[in-house]
């Protein structure tokens, strides 16, 4: 085998690994996201209710704040995006939080924010 040959072999055999190599789409199933989520930060009491027409609120008990109580906000998830659009109750601005979704199941949610810190809750009921 001369050396183009061998060369041009190679270089096709990379192409292909590195096509190949390309990450899978990650989709979640938003169906899952919907219930309510308490806080595993040790003895940090904070709630989050996801609702099916993409409202929500959040509230933390540790802090005398009741469900009624709760910081209203809007959410979307787009694959492993998940945005949360906190509406404010003077004037009724929206401001997002950004987070990327790790773990999503039946039971567990994990996301982490733009500085990497992590958050963990588990859900307490649909």
């Known amino acids: 085998m001369n050396s183009k040959s061998f060369i041009s072999l190679i270089i096709m055999m990379l192409a292909l690994v590195l096509v190949s190599c390309e990450p899978e789409e990650i989709v979640i199933d ?19 209710r996801y609702d099916a027409d993409y409202t929500g609120a959040r509230w933390n008990t540790a802090e005398d704040i009741s469900e009624a109580e709760a910081q209203r906000f809007e959410w979307t998830l787009v694959k492993d995006d998940l945005t949360h659009y906190h509406i ?34 588990v859900k307490v009921s649909e």
């Open 88 to 121: 404010m109750t003077t004037g009724g601005n929206k401001v997002p939080k950004f987070y990327k979704v790790t773990e999503l199941s039946a039971t567990t949610l994990k996301y982490k924010d733009d500085f990497n810190k992590e958050f963990h809750y």
């Open 30 to 48: 938003e169906g899952l996201l919907i219930g309510k989520w308490q806080s595993q930060a040790g003895s940090k009491s904070e709630y989050y």
